[in-house]
C-alpha cells in the first residue's frame, strides 16, 4: 500500500499499524489547520474523505462493511438534536426570562442548567467517536483474504522484489 491509496481509496484492506498512522497523520493536520485562520473550516471538509478511505479499508480488514462509519455520525446527530431539544429549550427559556423580566438566580440556575444538558448529550457524542476510533483501532484483522481482497501489506514494510 502506498500513501495516496492509504488516505485516497475506500478500496481493500488495511492493518492495525496502517491505521494508527493514518490517523495520527489526519490528527496532526486537523490539530494543526487553525493556524490556517479562514481555511480551517475548509481543511476540516477536506479530511473527511482521507479520514473515510482509512475507516473504511480497517473495516474491511476486520471482515465489514465500510457503511459502519456511519454509527457514530448517527450517534453524534442524535446527541446534538436531543441536547438542542433538551438543553437548548432551558437556555432559551432562561434568556427569554432575563431579557423580559431581568436576572435572577433562578434564569442563571436554568441557563446554566441548560448548557450542561447540552454538554452532556455532546459528551456522549464524543464518547462514541472515541470509542469506535478505538474498537475498528484494535479490533484483530481477519488473517486470511476476505471478500474485501487479500490480506493487507504494509506501509512500512518493504513489497517483495522479483528475483
Not at 55 to 63: F, N, S, T, V
Not at 68 to 96: D, H, K, S, T
Not at 135 to 145: C, K
Amino acid at each position: 500500500m502506498d500513501w495516496k491509496t492509504l488516505f485516497l481509496s475506500p478500496e481493500g484492506r488495511m492493518g492495525q499499524r496502517d491505521y494508527w498512522i493514518g490517523m495520527l497523520i489526519l490528527f496532526v493536520i486537523w490539530f494543526l489547520s487553525p493556524a490556517l485562520h479562514l481555511l480551517a473550516p475548509l481543511t476540516w471538509l477536506l479530511l473527511i474523505y482521507p479520514g473515510v478511505c482509512v475507516y473504511a479499508k480497517r473495516l474491511h480488514d476486520c471482515g465489514r462493511s465500510g457503511w459502519l462509519i456511519l454509527l457514530p455520525v448517527v450517534v453524534a446527530w442524535a446527541a446534538f438534536l436531543l441536547g438542542l431539544l433538551f438543553g437548548g429549550v432551558g437556555v432559551i427559556g432562561a434568556l427569554v426570562t432575563m431579557a423580559t423580566l431581568g436576572t435572577s438566580p433562578t434564569a442563571w440556575a436554568t441557563l446554566f442548567a441548560g448548557l450542561w444538558v447540552m454538554l452532556a448529550f455532546l459528551s456522549v457524542a464524543a464518547l462514541a467517536k472515541l470509542a469506535f476510533l478505538l474498537w475498528v483501532g484494535l479490533s484483530p484483522g481477519d488473517p486470511g483474504e476476505n471478500r474485501y481482497g487479500p490480506p493487507p501489506v504494509s506501509l512500512t514494510t518493504a513489497p517483495p522484489t522479483a528475483a
